[in-house]
């Protein structure tokens, strides 16, 4: 049981991890030496550029789900550790898996809506584009995110 703790823990830590560099590194979407991301353009590794998409709403509403399930990740994590010191022997982690659970809601919500609205933009410098490794790194998290959710939410504490 303690390996199971251990392991689950280890994936909830590079989880949060994962979902820091996903939301921070501006690599959502690639074309030739261009990159986008939530908050800027890079060329060539200098990101000093605006986003040409970066008035629109739906923009600001995955950056701020991709905050959330940051939040709701880290808070989660505590929880967790909280509950492992404090909480009876035969309970459940109910509180770390629903708020696991909401961060794999948030992460749905904004990775869908930058899928639907940003994933295939060819518009830059005339390429087609293709995924870069935030976009890939967020649908990772969540995966991890909904196992780690129902994992807490079935697992007992013995």
Avoid: P
Wanted: one cysteine or more; aromatic letters at 14%; hydrophobic letters at 55%.
């Amino acid at each position: 049981m303690l390996v199971l703790l251990a392991g689950i823990f280890v994936v909830h830590i590079a989880t949060v991890v994962m979902l820091f560099v996903c939301t921070i590194a501006n690599v959502w979407v690639v074309a030739g030496d261009v990159s986008a991301g939530l908050w800027g353009n890079c060329t060539q590794g200098d990101c000093s550029g605006r986003l040409w998409y970066g008035d629109d709403d739906a923009l600001k509403t995955v950056q701020a789900f991709m905050i959330l399930s940051i939040i709701f990740s880290v808070i989660s994590l505590v929880v967790f550790v909280f509950q492992l010191f404090t909480m009876e022997k035969g309970n459940r982690f109910f509180l770390s898996g629903a708020t696991m659970l909401v961060c794999w809601l948030c992460i749905l919500v904004g990775a869908s809506i930058y899928t639907n609205r940003y994933a295939n933009l060819s518009v830059v410098s005339g390429l087609e584009s293709h995924h870069g490794y935030s976009f890939i790194l967020a649908w990772i998290c969540f995966c991890f995110s909904f196992i780690i959710g129902i994992l807490y939410l079935v697992l007992r504490k013995k």
